[in-house]
Every structure is written in structure tokens, then in C-alpha cells.
Antibody, heavy 120, light 111 residues
Framework: QVQLVESGGGVVQPGGSLRLSCVGS????????IHWVRQAPGKGLEWVAV????????DYGDSVKGRFSVSRDNSKNTVFLEMNSLRREDTAMFYC?????????????WGQGTLVTVSS | QSVLTQPPSVSGAPGQRVTISCTGT?????????VHWYQQLPGTAPKLLIF???NRPSGVPDRFSGSKSGTSASLAITGLQSEDDADYYC???????????FGGGTKLTVL
């Protein structure tokens, strides 16, 4: 069955860095674009970033632009989200999700999420 | 606030019908971009419920339906059941922002 599994979350101090991973299984990984979406505690969904199926195209939400970087290793069915200069307001559950199109397409499968807490 | 506007909460008794609205602007829903809907049960990841305005993925009951007209979209749930008690989010694309955008979410309470 289709699975996306995130890992790498944890507690980090403000200004610190963290790298999240998203591993796909149960489907052919390479044709799919992968998005990151976050949800602060008790809040709604916020789109964070997308990487195209071949890794050549990337886009970021305004709140993370210049601080977060997305990459992928299709040989390992894995997408990474490198997060730098973390702020308290980055505290959230981070989900990865797949889509069959780069933008304006639905996210048909989501991972279970990994929790990032930015706190001193 | 969110680019797409949803009511914070709706409620209904078992068996009733409820609708959740999602209102955008001329750079997203009004520009012809499709709307997708997600259901998020407590403590779980969002699940795709409706895609491209009015299409259900395999396995989603036909009690759930979607529609879109102009800048607004709606999710309708008929024959409410206790397991429908969840948060619902709409999603589209905004050409001015160049980003995927979500609604603020609607909490459905089944009375």
C-alpha cells in the first residue's frame, strides 16, 4: 500500500537547524511531486514547499523562503526538508504529501507527520 | 488570515445534511483553479476527500460531494454520521502568490 513516512522531528533551540526526511513506499516514487505541509498546534494547514518529480523545480511559502530547502534522492525514494534559522513560530507537525502535478493538484496521500518543536 | 475563507464551525444532527463553504478571490478559485477538500480526524493526518471540485477518490462514500461556482466552492455531507466529526479544509492554487493555499479549516460537530 502507498506509504509516506516522515522522520527527523524533535526539539531544537531558536536559531537552530533540523533535517526532515520523507520516505515513500508501495508506489513508483519518481513520477510524483512531493509537498511539505505544516500544522501548528491547534491551527490550520499551511503549505511549506514543493519539489518536482525530477528535483529540478522547487517552491517555498513566504514564511520559510530563504530558511528552508527541499531536496530529493529518487534512488532512495526520499525527500528532505532542511530547516535553518528556526523560529518559535516554526513549531508544528510537518507532513509530506504526494501529488501527480506540480501545482494546483490535490495531495492524494499524506504521511503521519513528524513534530518539530522550537524552544529554548 | 487564510487566503481561502471557511466558516470556523458547523454542526448537525445525525442523518442531517450540512454544507461547508470555501470562498476565494479572482487569483485563486475565481481564476478557474480547482478546489480540493480534505478531512482531518482528531490526531491524524489529513485525507483527500474531494478533488477537482467534485470528484471522490476511491473509497470515499457518496455522502460526500463537492461543487464550485465562481469564486466559491462547497462541500456537502448528507446522512451525517458520528464518524464525520472532524476538521475539513479546502485547498486551491493562487496565481498571485504562486503558491498552494488552504482554507482556515472548519470544525464539524455531529450533535
Amino acid at each position: 500500500q502507498v506509504q509516506l513516512v516522515e522522520s527527523g522531528g524533535g526539539v531544537v533551540q531558536p536559531g537552530g537547524s533540523l533535517r526532515l526526511s520523507c520516505v515513500g513506499s508501495g508506489f513508483t516514487f519518481t513520477p510524483y511531486h512531493i509537498h511539505w505541509v505544516r500544522q501548528a498546534p491547534g491551527k490550520g494547514l499551511e503549505w511549506v514547499a514543493v519539489i518536482s518529480s525530477d528535483g529540478r523545480n522547487k517552491d517555498y511559502g513566504d514564511s520559510v523562503k530563504g530558511r528552508f530547502s527541499v531536496s530529493r534522492d529518487n534512488s532512495k525514494n526520499t525527500v528532505f526538508l532542511e530547516m535553518n534559522s528556526l523560529r518559535r513560530e516554526d513549531t508544528a507537525m510537518f507532513y509530506c504529501a504526494r501529488s501527480w502535478g506540480y501545482s494546483a493538484y490535490p495531495f492524494d496521500y499524506w504521511g503521519q507527520g513528524t513534530l518539530v518543536t522550537v524552544s529554548s | 488570515q487564510s487566503v481561502l475563507t471557511q466558516p470556523p464551525s458547523v454542526s448537525g444532527a445525525p442523518g442531517q445534511r450540512v454544507t461547508i463553504s470555501c470562498t476565494g478571490t479572482g487569483s485563486n478559485t475565481g481564476a478557474g483553479y480547482d478546489v480540493h477538500w480534505y478531512q482531518q480526524l482528531p490526531g491524524t493526518a489529513p485525507k483527500l476527500l474531494i478533488f477537482n471540485n467534485n470528484n471522490r477518490p476511491s473509497g470515499v462514500p457518496d455522502r460526500f460531494s463537492g461543487s464550485k461556482s465562481g469564486t466559491s466552492a462547497s462541500l456537502a455531507i448528507t446522512g451525517l454520521q458520528s464518524e464525520d466529526d472532524a476538521d475539513y479544509y479546502c485547498q486551491s492554487y493562487d496565481s498571485s502568490l504562486g503558491d498552494t493555499v488552504f482554507g482556515g479549516g472548519t470544525k464539524l460537530t455531529v450533535l
